[in-house]
């Protein structure tokens, strides 16, 4: 499960003009199901997403969603399983089949309701808009496998990216 959580100051989705869910102050997650994710993978990726340090207090990055007041927009986005390594066309074989990724994406959504936070939503297979006022901007990505946060690959040596 790959999720973008981005901070913002304020974000709606759209759908056929109707605002389907908003918040004011929080984080908006695009979250991308992917073919293999699983119950364990929505639950980690509530987890984390309720207690990352995302918003600033004495540090730039010292307090959770909660602590401030926020609340999650939370819009899947199968997009985010996309294979761009051949062509220029999008590969979006590795995106989970449409009700896998529902029910997961909702349970990701409920899990973050759970925590007491407020939880808008968008509309699953729709076309949406989002309309979001980014506060950094901040965004960060999150990949969960297995239930357990994945650590980004290590650059080479000497800094430069691999090819």
Same mark, same amino acid.
């Given at each position: 499960?790959?999720?973008?959580?981005?901070?913002?100051?304020?974000?709606?989705?759209?759908?056929?003009?109707?605002?389907?869910?908003?918040?004011?102050?929080?984080?908006?997650?695009?979250?991308?199901?992917?073919?293999?994710?699983? @119950? =364990?993978? %929505?639950? /980690?990726?509530?987890?984390? &997403? #309720?207690?990352?340090?995302?918003?600033? $207090?004495?540090?730039?990055?010292?307090?959770?969603?909660?602590?401030?007041?926020?609340?999650?927009?939370?819009?899947?986005?199968?997009?985010?399983?996309?294979?761009?390594?051949?062509?220029?066309?999008?590969?979006?074989?590795?995106?989970?089949? @449409? =009700?896998? %990724?529902? /029910?997961?994406?909702?349970? &990701? #959504?409920?899990?973050?309701?759970?925590? $007491?936070?407020?939880?808008?939503?968008?509309?699953?297979?729709?076309?949406?808009?989002?309309?979001?006022?980014?506060?950094?901007?901040?965004?960060?990505?999150?990949?969960?496998?297995?239930?357990?946060?994945?650590?980004?690959?290590?650059?080479? @040596?000497?800094?430069?990216? /691999?090819?």
């Amino acid at each position: 499960m790959i999720t973008c959580v981005s901070r913002v100051a304020r974000a709606a989705v759209r759908v056929h003009g109707e605002v389907v869910g908003a918040i004011e102050h929080g984080l908006l997650l695009l979250v991308g199901v992917e073919r293999g994710d699983g @119950p =364990a993978d %929505a639950d /980690a990726t509530a987890r984390k &997403v #309720a207690s990352l340090r995302l918003f600033p $207090g004495r540090t730039p990055t010292d307090l959770a969603v909660g602590e401030v007041g926020g609340g999650c927009l939370v819009v899947s986005q199968f997009t985010l399983a996309a294979e761009l390594r051949h062509g220029n066309r999008p590969d979006f074989t590795a995106a989970a089949p @449409p =009700a896998e %990724a529902e /029910a997961l994406y909702e349970r &990701v #959504a409920a899990a973050l309701a759970a925590t $007491g936070l407020p939880v808008a939503t968008g509309r699953f297979g729709a076309a949406m808009r989002i309309d979001a006022e980014h506060d950094g901007p901040f965004t960060v990505l999150l990949q969960v496998r297995e239930g357990r946060v994945q650590t980004r690959p290590a650059l080479p @040596p000497n800094g430069t990216s /691999a090819t």
